[in-house]
């Protein structure tokens, strides 16, 4: 038989321990950068959060083609734009923000790594160097609510595809990546509703 001594310690000390496990409400919490995320099926080997911005909402993203760099469109509310963050976490850093941007969403990027795509819903398709500086509108693209963009590189020359609307029909487009040609419908009309992203194969078939 414990005495009411030992039985008064051992309550105190196991008090100690669930407060500590508990912990506090004030602990910084620190940023959730390149944080190892529980796996909901087995699909993945591993998820990892590499960029969190509490005040964005986060929209669409591209990695370069080493892998090395990742851009996402975001917006906070007021002002969007496209910004990159290293692979595996780190500081954000704006590519490009406020005007011509009304509604930056969707995000390609050139087999080269050096030009990024932005699709605004608003305003039309644009192209930007990785590096920064001023977007430039893709002509033809204006008034075609471009939605997630998806470049493919086809006979030695990247293609650019993408979903919207033509003569108030939702609609899919091809274009060179690079040139002046205007964007070509390869189709129109039903099934389609609203498409909101493709995906192209080697082939040049569009899903």
Do not use: W
């Amino acid at each position: 038989m414990f005495d009411k001594k030992v039985m008064t310690t051992l309550f105190v000390l196991f008090l100690v321990f669930a407060l500590v496990g508990c912990g506090t409400q004030n602990s910084p919490t620190p940023a959730p950068v390149a944080e190892e995320l529980p796996l909901a099926n087995d699909a993945l080997s591993s998820v990892n959060r590499v960029v969190s911005m509490a005040s964005h909402q986060l929209f669409d993203a591209t990695p370069d083609p080493d892998g090395q760099m990742v851009y996402f469109t975001a917006s906070d509310g007021e002002i969007g734009g496209v910004y990159r963050v290293a692979a595996d976490g780190g500081e954000v850093t704006a590519v490009a923000t406020g005007k011509p941007f009304v509604t930056p969403m969707g995000l390609a990027i050139s087999t080269d790594g050096q030009t990024l795509y932005v699709a605004d819903s608003s305003s039309g398709l644009y192209a930007l160097s990785v590096a920064g500086g001023a977007p430039t509108l893709i002509i033809g693209t204006e008034g075609t609510m471009p939605q997630v963009p998806e470049v493919v590189n086809q006979d030695s020359q990247d293609q650019l595809y993408f979903s919207g609307t033509s003569g108030n029909e939702a609609a899919v487009f091809k274009m060179p990546a690079v040139g002046s040609a205007a964007p070509t419908v390869i189709f129109q009309g039903a099934p389609l509703v609203k498409p909101s992203g493709v995906a192209i194969t080697k082939e040049g078939v569009v899903y």
